[in-house]
Nanobody, 122 residues
């Protein structure tokens, strides 16, 4: 019913920038919170940044001041601008939609994208 598709990952040198995009499609009436999580090799998935439909952002301490999250409520898209990238940012980045109200009236808690790989070389 709902699909999330990420794009924008790739290989970048330390200090560089990347912009990740995620588009949610399907029978969506509204989405409460959209965000990005990441999972590095051998580590648990962790929150990177989230943004509410009121455009209130929340960031992990490790990315504050370097990453900026934004969204377009009308298009159900969320972006993550990543600057001053560090090798420690290397991970698969997953888009998340939380609190999704469908046009059928059904309310679903969580949807995830398949992920996009970000590799930062030193």
């Amino acid at each position: 019913q709902v699909q999330l598709v990420e794009s924008g990952g790739g290989l970048v040198q330390a200090g560089g920038s990347l912009n990740l995009s995620c588009a949610a499609s399907g029978s969506i009436f509204s989405i409460n919170t959209m965000g990005w999580h990441r999972q590095a090799p051998g580590k648990q998935r962790e929150l990177v940044a989230t943004i509410t439909n009121g455009k209130r952002g929340n960031y992990a301490d490790s990315v504050k001041g370097r990453f900026t999250i934004s969204r377009d409520n009308a298009k159900n898209t969320v972006n993550l601008q990543m600057n001053s990238l560090e090798p420690e940012d290397t991970a698969v980045y997953y888009c998340n939609a939380r609190g999704v109200l469908l046009t059928t009236g059904r309310y679903s808690i969580d949807y995830w994208g398949k992920g996009t790989l970000v590799t930062v070389s030193s």
